[in-house]
């Protein structure tokens, strides 16, 4: 089925950048839509932003809106999520994760890719 992968994490400081990518393959994606999860040790997995293949319309976190950005690349088929001005909070592994337009939950993840933020 559609295989994701995600890279771009890794050791950054207080109010450094990030760019995830998110490198779909496997199926066409007209009818997905794309997203992103965050989970913090100890904590369970929360929902950071999605886009609508199809369209490109996004959602957002409270958490996150106004300061990250996700984007896809259609030739590519890679969903991106650019991170300026990380916090602490942010620290997290972060997934990629593909939900078909006719079910109800996303289906498809990728491994995670560790992003970690110093104070």
């Known amino acids: 089925q559609v295989q994701l992968v995600e890279s771009g994490g890794g050791l950054v400081r207080a109010g450094d950048s990030l760019s995830l990518s998110c490198a779909a393959s496997?199926?066409?994606?007209?009818?997905?839509?794309l997203g992103w999860f965050r989970q913090a040790a100890g904590k369970e997995r929360e929902f950071v932003a999605s886009?609508?293949?199809?369209?490109?319309?996004?959602t957002y976190a409270d958490s996150v809106k106004g300061r990250f950005t996700i984007s896809r690349d259609i030739a590519k088929n890679t969903v991106y999520l650019q991170m300026p001005s990380l916090k602490p909070e942010d620290t997290a592994v972060y997934y990629c994760?593909?939900?078909?337009?006719?079910?109800?939950?996303?289906?498809?993840w990728g491994q995670g890719t560790q992003v970690t933020v110093s104070s």
């Open positions: 994760a593909a939900r078909q337009l006719f079910g109800t939950v996303y289906d498809a």
């Open positions: 496997g199926r066409t994606l007209n009818s997905y839509r």
């Open positions: 886009i609508m293949w199809s369209d490109g319309r996004t």
